[in-house]
Each structure stands twice: as C-alpha cells, then as structure tokens.
C-alpha cells in the first residue's frame, strides 16, 4: 500500500482463500479429520497430494509403517515409506499417526522363522517398537500400538505369534516399550467389529480396563469402523461403547472409517452411505472423548475394498477421477 492506495495489482497478487476442506471445518470442531494414504500416489500423483493436502488434517500411513514393510529382515530398518508421509505432513501442516507396531499380520518371514522361544520374541518385539516408535519419537500424535488382538467371537486373545511365544502380556509390554520409545505419543489399541456393544467390545473394554487397572500406557482406543452400507447400525450402542470407553479415561478414535457398497452401484445406495457416514460423524462428534475421526484413504481409487471384496466397492467419499461424492457433502455439512 502507497499512500494508502492499494493497487487492484496487489489484490490480484493475493493468494485466492481455498474453499475449506474438511480438515478446516473439523478443526473448528476441535475434530482431528485424518486419511490413511499409500506412498506411491503421495509421491508420484498430482491429483491424490491435492486431495489429501486438502481433506485430510492427519496421515495414517496405510502400510508404510507396518512390521513387514519397516523392518523387512532382522538388521534391517527401512524407514523411507513412513518418512515420504512424515515429510508430506510436514510441508502440508498435518499430524502423523503411526499404524501399527504389534499386529498378527504384515509379519516378514524372517519373524516366523527365527522367533521360536519366548525370550526370542520378546527380544525382536521390544527391538521392533524401540527402533520404529523410536525412530518417530515426537513426530507422531498417536500409535496404534497393538492392532486387532482380540478374536472375533470376543471370547479372549486371537492366537498370533506374539500371543502364542510372550503370553497375553505381551500386549502390556508393548505398551511399555512404546511409551519407553516416545512418551509424547498418544498409545491406542485398534480393532474392527467392536463398534457397538458386542462381545467382542466388551473383550476390549475389559482389555483396556486391566491394562489401566495395572497403570500400564493407554491412552486411547481405535474404532476401526470399516461398515457396509445395507447393514443396519446400532448407533446408540456405538454412543453407548464410546462413552464406557470414556469412563475408562481414555480417548476414542474412529481409526479407519469406510463404507464400502455392494455391486450394482446405484445413486440409491450412494445416498444411503452418504447418511452412515453423517450418522458416524454426529456419534463422534457427540463424545467429547472422541477426538479423532479417520478414514481408510480418500478416494475409492486407492481403497483396500475392492482388492479385498469382489462384490464391494466405492467405499470412499471422492470418487475414482478424485470428485466428491454424496458422502463427501454429508461430512461438509455435518462438520459447518
Ligand atoms: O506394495 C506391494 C506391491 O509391490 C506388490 O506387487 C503387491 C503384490 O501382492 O503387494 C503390495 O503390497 C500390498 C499392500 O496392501 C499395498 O497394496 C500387500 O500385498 C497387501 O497385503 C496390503 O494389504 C493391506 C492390508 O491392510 C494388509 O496389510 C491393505 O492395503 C490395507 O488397506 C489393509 O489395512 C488394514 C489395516 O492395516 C488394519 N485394519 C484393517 C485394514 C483393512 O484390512
């Protein structure tokens, strides 16, 4: 400005204010509104930076940081997918969460191969989580510590490696060792299927309470939330295991929310996976211990659902060519 005019070649020059994305509209809620991304299109696609650096407020590296990719032999740490998301994050002022330390899955085979003892199990487990927490020390809001332990009939511990060499304390320790890598970080249990009030969330609820009971580090619990849309949901029961999780004094996340859909896909059903996804937000929103509020990816072209289900799809709230869809405007008017 020059003698207090201002040139309309200033205004010109002056960045056009984006439409806000959902992460925007969240954070006026006090909502963290996170996506789990691949390394490949974050790195390589245009479009799919643009849709994340806009929507999405937290990145949840989908595989990057699990056990076979971060650690692929015993000497081996290879660090470089999690860093390209960190970096990422980092130039686009979004929070990393770390997924997932301890899980039954993504297992190298070097682990099967060498863990046989106890001992030896607890030596490679706590030099897994020392090294990758380690290695995030501070970088990361949240961990999913321990992932989908539970068995789905919710009558005790899935039979995994980890289980089967340590004993159920291995969930403790791992736990310990984490919050011993980086006492700044959130540490979550995450699961599927234990939204509502079933047997297997009160499994979990009993998990969480011996862990607290024993003043072991647990901070939060993940809902995984990966729906269909024809099935019913019991949303006051989902309100109601949100807040007895609360009283647990921990946090609740929806970790990995999607809603895939059943081939043919119509308008119809586009419509009524629009509606789940408002219907999940308002629970969250509606717990003040529900602070996170994640999907599992952005757009339905990089969806883990239709690699997975034959008949599903169109899980995600862009579309293929990246374009909103019904879901995406539900979350819009649900976060204004
Ligand atoms: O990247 C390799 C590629 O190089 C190779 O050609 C291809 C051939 O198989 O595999 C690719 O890796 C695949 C990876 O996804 C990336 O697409 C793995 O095989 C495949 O097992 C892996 O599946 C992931 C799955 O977890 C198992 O780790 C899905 O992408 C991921 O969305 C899914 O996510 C899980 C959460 O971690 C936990 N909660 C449930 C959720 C859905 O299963």
Known sequence: MFGGVISLAMFAALPVQA??????????????????VEVRPLMLEAEYQSAVAS?????????????????PESNIYDFSGGDSILNFARQHGQELRGHTLVWHQALPRWVSRSVKTRDQAVAVLRDHIMNVAGHYRGEVYAWDVVNEAVNDEGT???????????????????????????????????????????????AIYALVKDLKDKNIPI???????????????????????????AALGVEV????????IQKPFTDQKRHLQAEIYSRVLSLCLQQ???????????????????????????????????VPKPAYYSLQTGLQ
């Open 19 to 36: 439409s806000a994305g959902l992460r925007d509209l969240a954070s006026t809620k006090n909502l963290r509104f996170g996506c789990a």
């Open 55 to 71: 929507e999405c407020g937290a990145l949840t590296p989908a595989n990057a940081l699990k056990f076979d990719a971060v650690h």
């Open 156 to 202: 005790g511990l899935r039979s995994s490696l980890w289980r089967n060499t340590i004993g159920p304390e291995y969930i403790a320790l791992a736990f310990q060792w984490a919050h011993e890598a980086d006492s700044n970080a959130k540490l979550c249990y995450n699961d599927y299927g234990a939204e509502g009030m079933n047997q297997k969330s009160d």
């Open 219 to 245: 901070h939060c619990v993940g809902l995984q939330m990966h729906l269909s849309q024809e099935e019913a949901l019991d949303y006051p029961a989902i309100a109601q295991n949100m807040q007895r999780l």
């Open 253 to 260: 996340h929806v970790t990995e929310l999607d809603v895939r």
């Open 288 to 322: 003040p211990s529900c602070t996170t509020f994640n999907l599992w990816g952005i757009t339905d072209k990089y969806s883990w659902v239709s690699r997975t289900f034959k008949k599903w799809g169109e899980a995600l709230i862009l579309d293929r060519n990246f």
